[in-house]
């Protein structure tokens, strides 16, 4: 089968590899469309990623075949990428938090193998179905949308609270959404590209400015609120100026969700934390049952679809164009390969 190989910092070559074996528990999948992820930028574009992997984890396909001991699973189901298995007896699993299981394994370490390919292998545990008469451009959404999600609950977001939207790549404008769509009617968003503050602005942001817009206080200033400070940051970019920045926009009490990974080291003013009792925290991939609510919501129709995926899709041989335009902000939304 083909798939797109990585081998080294923005290298990438469409070879042909091993279909990949399947265990009495597993299910291959034929892929019809998978999403272009932050991380998957990391991996390739900034070399996180192990040569010889490939990446690829918003998909959506049919079942081809199935292992020995899969029952729920028959060849020709229309399946949806769900969240990988965990140990279920750790204790975050036991406390209803797989994201932070014990046993997970750290982003890039391994040799994955995704789904920028034609067939990809799970678990039969790590799939949904489709839901009835969702579109499957819609249905790839359901991961980042999930990501987007746990980042709102984790900032413990409420209805009348104000919200900031730090990044309006694709993560960023399915959290603009999915706030909107949750009845949340502040939602203000800053970023830098001209490209996605109009997708900001497309998918509903309140209002949409440019980070250097943002008052920042000084060192000096550790007690000063910003005029028009706000309830919650949600921090999508991953950038240290913009954690930086989050930070002192919240009001007292306020919360700043860390949902972008990045590699630069923001420095936080430690007395701003504890004069004005903010709360700094992560978010890392789901909620427990987040694909679900994920599913739920897109095929509710609340979502602006549209606006959210680029138009069209690309094929393997056009995927590290595809990152390279990403990661320079020439495209704002999810873009769709389709292997």
């Known amino acids: 089968m083909p798939a797109a190989v990585l081998k080294g910092p923005g290298r990438l070559t469409v070879e042909d590899v091993p279909v990949p074996p399947l265990g009495a528990d597993d299910v291959l999948v034929e892929i019809d469309l998978c999403g272009v992820c932050g991380s998957d930028l990391h991996m390739v574009i900034d070399g996180w990623g192990a040569p010889g992997s490939w990446h690829g984890h918003e998909w959506v396909g049919r079942v081809a075949a199935i292992g020995d001991g899969v029952t729920r699973w028959r060849p020709g189901d229309l399946v949806v990428g769900g969240p990988s298995a965990r140990c279920g007896a750790c204790a975050m699993c036991r406390a209803g938090r797989p994201s932070l299981c014990a046993d997970r394994d750290t982003p890039g370490i391994g040799s994955e193998q995704g789904a920028f390919a034609a067939y990809k292998a799970a678990g039969a545990e790590e799939l949904l179905p489709m839901p009835s008469g969702l579109d499957p451009r819609a249905a790839a959404l359901a991961e980042p949308l999930a990501v987007a999600l746990h980042g709102i609950h984790q900032g413990g977001v409420q209805p009348g609270d104000r919200v900031l939207v730090l990044g309006a790549g694709p993560i960023g404008a399915l959290s603009i959404a999915a706030l909107l769509a949750m009845g949340v009617d502040d939602v203000r ?147 769709l390969v389709r292997p």
Not at 279 to 308: H, K, N, R, W
């Open 189 to 335: 968003c800053a970023e830098p590209a001209e490209h996605r503050q109009a997708l900001a602005t497309a998918v509903g942001a309140t209002a949409v400015g440019h980070p250097a817009d943002l008052v920042v206080p000084s060192i000096a200033e550790p007690g000063l609120v910003v005029d028009d400070a706000v309830d919650v940051v949600l921090e999508c970019s991953g950038k240290a100026t913009a954690m930086e920045a989050g930070l002192a926009q919240l009001a007292r009490g306020g919360t700043l969700v860390l949902v972008g990974a990045g590699i630069e080291s923001p420095r936080f003013d430690p007395n701003r934390i504890l004069l004005n009792e903010v709360v700094i925290t992560g978010a890392f991939t789901y909620d427990q049952g987040g694909f679900d609510e994920a599913l739920g919501l897109l095929a509710s129709g609340a979502l602006p679809v549209d606006a959210l995926l680029e138009p069209g899709e690309v094929r393997l041989e056009g995927l590290l164009d595809a990152m390279r335009d990403l990661a320079e902000g020439r495209r704002a939304g999810k873009v």
